[in-house]
């Protein structure tokens, strides 16, 4: 049973840093992808920045040149730097998992996609 486990938000000032970090607990398996997604209030869930296992990461057009994404495979971790932050980038973001439906993956793995609980981050103008 994996949980993915997120570091606390915060509140930060217009231009100011914060490092987001998500372990994926039990897991035993690299996932295929692993990212950050935000919710800003009323409003759907969008795609702040995802990573492959091999590392290769896409950003959405927002966070490119202010966001970085990385993980440790070994660790099951992905984290997320943000720096530059504006008032709009205020939402919840979310830590996500996905694994791929290879035949070669234990059962419990395949296709198995799991989200955070969401962490709360406040940029301040």
């Known amino acids: 049973h994996v949980q993915l486990v997120e570091s606390v938000g915060g509140l930060v000032q217009a231009g100011g840093s914060l490092r987001l970090s998500c372990a994926a607990a039990?897991?035993?398996?690299?996932?295929?992808?692993m990212g950050w997604y935000l919710q800003p209030p009323v409003h759907q869930r969008e795609l702040v920045a995802v990573i492959n296992s091999g590392g290769s990461p896409t950003y959405a057009d927002s966070a490119k040149g202010r966001f970085t994404i990385s993980r440790d495979n070994d660790k099951h971790t992905v984290s997320l730097q943000m720096n530059t932050l504006k008032p709009e980038d205020t939402a919840v973001y979310f830590c996500?998992?996905?694994?791929?439906?290879?035949?070669?993956?234990?059962?419990?793995?395949?296709?198995?996609?799991?989200w955070g609980q969401g962490t709360l981050v406040t940029v301040s103008s």
């Open positions: 996500n998992a996905r694994w791929g439906g290879s035949s070669l993956l234990p059962r419990g793995y395949r296709n198995l996609e799991v």
């Open positions: 039990g897991s035993t398996v690299y996932s295929n992808t």
